[in-house]
């Protein structure tokens, strides 16, 4: 693996307004939609990502309800942009058939479908359906450290006959080193004939930007990230950093450094619950190779159990539980507290 980013400057996606929702705890204005798309718009992102955290109808007592209607999001941010496109997450079994229409309709150009790494087969209608919609397509396969490159190869290529126009390798545990992304990056590179191989990062492990690049290196066509890294676990990529990184390796697709740096400081650093970084319940996450959306859950039932929630998190990572098994946090909470010295038999 070479250490010299080469190859064509990427298309950069900003996920704030729906990655950084989990660190939002999904409470964002249309307001907010309005300033943060139209900042992004302004800095030149190509894409930006608006949903609930979860994707299309993630709004709920699971996953944690919005404050606004996304469909409200989505046409506040659509309005807000003169050369960005709009794009949301859709989970297959979270969102569905009719969400993606009524998200076309609020004016999504693009969805991003997001499947478990070893579970592309389940995307195929919602391809076809955003195909006849028009819409621009991306597939996501999660959680993509479960799986080797040759496996990740497999099931990007059934969503490339799907339709999918680009295939990420997502790094949603922020598990990776910069070899693990280069690697399963280089496989989707080699394998796919028709669609671009993308990555999404996150930085459980502080190591968000080196494995970006390291997608670059290996043939990535797109890539995300948000402001501030203002996402799920420690965060995602910094957008502003990521942006700086490109134009100091000669490889600035169009970004204003200065205006997305603006961007982070003054249109979203004011309305920020906190600053998401590695630290320790973050890197517990990336260590143990959990899903980064679970750790403002375990927080939260490990402070009403009274149990430490790198002790939840790190028992999660050894059952390898995935989206959708959120459930089991309170599960296995309830399991350490029994097992706790003096606990009621």
Same mark, same amino acid.
């Given at each position: ?8 400057a ?7 307004l /729906?990655? &950084? ?6 409470q964002?204005t249309?307001?907010?939609?309005r ?19 979860? &994707? ?8 944690g ?18 050369r ?6 859709l ?6 058939? /009719? ?8 004016g ?18 919602h391809?076809?359906l955003?195909?006849? @919609? ?7 396969l ?13 099931? !990007?290529? @059934?969503m ?7 295939v990420?390798? $997502? ?5 990776m080193?910069?070899h693990?992304?280069?690697a ?6 080699e394998?796919?004939?028709t669609?671009q191989?993308?990555?999404?990062a996150?930085? *459980? @492990?502080?190591?968000?930007?080196? *494995?970006?690049?390291? !997608?670059l290196?290996?043939? !990535? ?16 990529? !910094? ?15 169009? @970004? ?19 600053q ?12 143990a190779g959990?899903?980064?959306t679970?750790l403002?859950?375990a927080? /939260?039932?490990?402070?009403?159990l009274?149990?430490?929630p790198?002790?939840?998190l790190?028992?999660?990572?050894r /059952?390898?539980?995935v ?10 909470a ?10 009621? $038999?």
């Amino acid at each position: 693996m070479s250490w010299q980013v080469g190859g064509q400057a990427p298309l950069i996606a900003d996920s704030t307004l /729906r990655d &950084g929702s989990h660190a939002h705890r999904h409470q964002y204005t249309a307001d907010d939609a309005r300033k943060i798309a139209g900042a992004l718009d302004r800095g030149g992102v190509h894409y930006i990502e608006v949903s609930h955290g979860d &994707g299309l109808a993630g709004s709920s007592i699971q996953y944690g309800f919005s404050k606004h209607s996304e469909l409200e999001l989505i046409s506040a941010a659509r309005e807000s942009v003169s050369r960005a496109k709009i794009a949301a997450l859709l989970i297959p079994g979270i969102g569905t058939r /009719r969400d993606l229409r009524a998200a076309t309709q609020a004016g999504i150009q693009m969805v991003r479908i997001a499947t478990l790494c070893t579970e592309a087969d389940v995307s195929e209608e919602h391809f076809g359906l955003a195909r006849e @919609l028009g819409l621009e397509t991306a597939g996501f396969l999660m959680m993509s450290h479960l799986r080797p490159p040759e496996l990740l190869a497999e099931q !990007a290529l @059934l969503m490339e006959s799907y339709g999918a126009e680009y295939v990420y390798v $997502v790094d949603s545990a922020g598990a990776m080193l910069p070899h693990d992304a280069y690697a399963r990056v280089q496989a989707l590179s080699e394998s796919l004939s028709t669609a671009q191989p993308g990555f999404h990062a996150h930085n *459980n @492990l502080g190591v968000a930007i080196g *494995n970006t690049l390291a !997608a670059l290196d290996a043939g !990535a066509k797109i890539v995300d990230g948000t402001l501030r890294g203002y996402g799920a676990g420690a965060g995602n990529t !910094a957008t502003e950093v990521l942006a700086a990184v490109l134009d100091r390796a000669g490889l600035n697709p169009g @970004l204003d450094v200065f205006r997305l740096m603006d961007a982070a400081e003054f249109v979203l650093g004011p309305i920020q619950s906190f600053q998401p970084y590695p630290d320790r319940d973050s890197v517990a996450i990336g260590y143990a190779g959990v899903y980064s959306t679970f750790l403002l859950h375990a927080k /939260r039932i490990g402070a009403e159990l009274g149990v430490d929630p790198r002790d939840i998190l790190m028992e999660l990572g050894r /059952r390898q539980t995935v989206a959708g098994q959120e459930d089991w946090i309170m599960r296995v909470a309830l399991e350490l507290k029994a097992a706790q010295p003096g606990a009621a $038999v």
